[in-house]
């Protein structure tokens, strides 16, 4: 079992960047793909951006392909999110999350969760 604490969420205008941060518990962190998933104010939460275990593959849902990336360092146990150009609509509690097994993109396929942190972008 993994327990997650995300951290590194904020005010930050449009245009800006922000680097978010998530530590893991435990010492199998290096098994689980890492994920990022946001939900906005009223809407429901959605896949940002995956990795897998070693860190080779990363995938990211189209609206945030370019500016944003993915990256681990499982010596640290930690799973980044750097965000770039940032826009109003990227305004969303922000959550990591891990599974056991290969990449998946719903979120109903991760087992753990952080508690998120906030992001918002204004304009």
């Known amino acids: 079992q993994v327990q997650l604490v995300e951290s590194g969420g904020g005010l930050v205008q449009a245009g800006g960047s922000l680097r978010l941060s998530c530590a893991a518990s435990?010492?199998?962190?290096?098994?689980?793909?890492m994920g990022w998933f946001r939900q906005a104010p009223g809407k429901e939460r959605q896949f940002v951006a995956a990795i897998t275990q070693t860190g080779s593959g990363t995938y990211y849902t189209d609206s945030v392909k370019g500016r944003f990336t993915i990256s681990r360092d499982n010596a640290k146990n930690t799973v980044y999110l750097q965000m770039n150009s940032l826009k109003p609509e990227d305004t969303a509690v922000y959550y990591c999350a891990g599974r056991i097994g290969i990449l998946r993109f719903g979120l109903q396929e991760y087992n753990y969760w952080g508690q998120g942190t906030q992001v918002t972008v204004s304009s």
């Open positions: 435990g010492r199998t962190f290096s098994s689980y793909v």
